[in-house]
């Protein structure tokens, strides 16, 4: 049997891909900017320890972290209209599943980037009579922020990787027009490797990143 | 009602100004005056009815073993810590009190902690000059002066722009130091200032508290440092199992035999 790779087939159906991988990294963008926000006020609320809120953020926490991104998508796309009575665009679907995902795992790695900072530092800043707004800006958060940045770009990688998982509600991005193109073709080898390296173009430098960032801590915290 | 307010001004005089005027010694003279002050842990009791007053200008060690109430006392003199029962006045400020009052007594008092904590993402001008600005409104240039100042007289000057990391233990808690006199305190209150140094940087960090107790600051020192208080201390506390139990100046402290507790402690450190 013989195979021939043939890498034409993906030079000639590169701007479908770049119109795909630019769709991912909108989709990424738009999930994380959203996710932060919603990991904030679900951070916030579990530190809160008790209360409507923290109850909230807790359920919503738990409950995403424990159900696979495609039920999650695919429940906002094809259930949510049953509920809301209108139909959200693949797009959207895919952004609100995302954020919602994101949001979930971003409340966890900030609340443990907020507890990792001593105790001490806030003892300290309160000792010297600080306000507790100056403490929090000035002392605690610029802290736990660093302490934030891997397990932050950890999340940003596995928000790539699952927005492939859009292609199944039909957004248009890398791994639908992947599909599309090659189903064209019959070229999924070659189409799909183009693929591959498209996702570890985006996400090798994440990592390296993230690696780069623990060394910086490991040294600065001894 | 007919006193005015000249009535008024000519028959101002408490009992305890008189008293204080007379150079008697009284509540007045008290900058810091805990009674009763009871702590509790679950089953444990960390402070039992403690009654613990500190003149102004006093300088006042606290020994004990561990475990025996020396840190949580300090700690709930400025609200760290709160407590169960009793009541702490501190420059007149009286606990328990309001959120307000206990950033008003923070901002009075100066604490030093065993393990420094310094702010490690900022700079050593920078750690001193915060709280000022935050907490008293000083303006940036002048908090820096401040820092500036402070940072010599603990011989850190040349350190101003290094990061807490780039210290040595004994710096870092001269640092310290120089932080919390940036408040411009009335009291310092120092938690084993020592006990996390090394042998060789113990004495630069105790010589910068002996040059304070030159400056009659009043000053609540926890330490294991015996040879120390004998030398600095105008009174000396011996803490035990949540009890204060013995209190003494220097040379009647170290001649007390009569408590079985206070020998056996002396037994063993000295």
Redesign the interface.
Known sequence: MHFHFDTTVIVRHLPELFAGVELTVLLVMVSLGVGTVLGMIACIGKLLGRGLLCWIASAYVTVMRGIPEMVVMFWIYYCGPLILDTRLSSFAAAATSMSLYAGAFLAEIFRAGILAV?R??T?????????EL?TWA??IL??AL?MMIPAFIGVVTLIVKVSGLASAIGVAELVYQANIVSGQSYRYFELFTAVGIFYFALIFPLSLLAQRYERVLAR?T? | MSAGVDGFSVSDSSPATREASQGVPSAADDIIRCDALTRRYGAFTALRAIDFRVRRGEVVCVVGPSGGGKSTLLRTINGLESFDEGSIVVDGIRLPGSRGDVIRIRREVGMVFQSFNLFPHMTVRRNVALAPMRARGVGRDEANARAERLLRRVGIADQIDKYPEQLSGGQQQRVAIARALAMEPRVMLFDEPTSALDAEMVSEVLQVIRELVGTGMTMVIVTHELGFAREAADRIVFMESGTIAVEAPPRQFFANTTDSRLASFLSKVL
């Open positions: 001593p001490g530092q003892e300290a800043a309160r000792a010297l009579g600080v306000p100056f000035e002392v610029p802290q660093r600065r001894r």
